[in-house]
């Protein structure tokens, strides 16, 4: 063990926050003061699974005080970390109700493409698509907004829905 670690940290990394106090929560390999205390392994960081979206939300003055003391105590890296990881916590805790209507409403959970060339087999098949997703539908830039009102019948998304922007216009009352 370092000597500039206290008696009171275990484990294979921890911070110090500014307090003087270890910071047990911080993320690995990051210290307020760039300095880690131990040597560790190099972490990954987990796949984004696609692109973010942007969200906006309005905290109170105390809500917001709580946050930025929980970041100046090295416990989040910043108030986007501390957010984050809420959501996440949250999400886990209701994940099987999640579970449950994703397989009661037939959603497909997680990316769903559609090619021009999927688009075509499906005209040419006589058929019509009801997608219904659960994080990223996303149809291809070259398809026209002929074929799309022409194979597509309703677009729920529970996330994000990525077309041109004609192909979103002409779409517009199938999207629900």
Not at 86 to 100: D, S, Y
Request: charged share 20%; aromatic share 4%.
């Amino acid at each position: 063990m370092d000597n500039d670690v206290p008696p009171i940290a275990s484990g294979p990394l921890f911070c110090v926050a500014p307090s003087g106090k270890p910071a047990y929560n911080h993320p690995i390999g990051w210290c307020a003061d760039g300095k880690m205390k131990k040597q560790s392994p190099v972490v990954t960081p987990r796949p984004a699974g696609g692109e973010s979206e942007k969200i906006t939300i309005n905290l109170g003055p105390v809500d917001l005080g709580q946050i930025d003391l929980l970041v100046e105590e090295g416990f989040y890296s910043n108030r986007t970390d501390l957010i984050r990881t809420a959501i996440r916590n949250q999400l886990a805790q209701h994940a099987g109700v999640v579970r449950e209507t994703v397989a009661r409403r037939s959603l497909v959970l997680g990316l769903q493409r559609f090619s021009r060339q999927d688009l075509e087999a499906i005209q040419a098949a006589h058929e019509r698509l009801n997608i219904q997703v659960l994080g990223l539908a996303s149809i291809a830039a070259d398809v026209s907004p002929e074929l799309a009102l022409a194979t597509i019948e309703s677009v729920v998304v529970l996330g994000a829905f990525h077309a041109s922007p004609a192909v979103k216009a002409a779409l517009a009352g199938r999207i629900l």
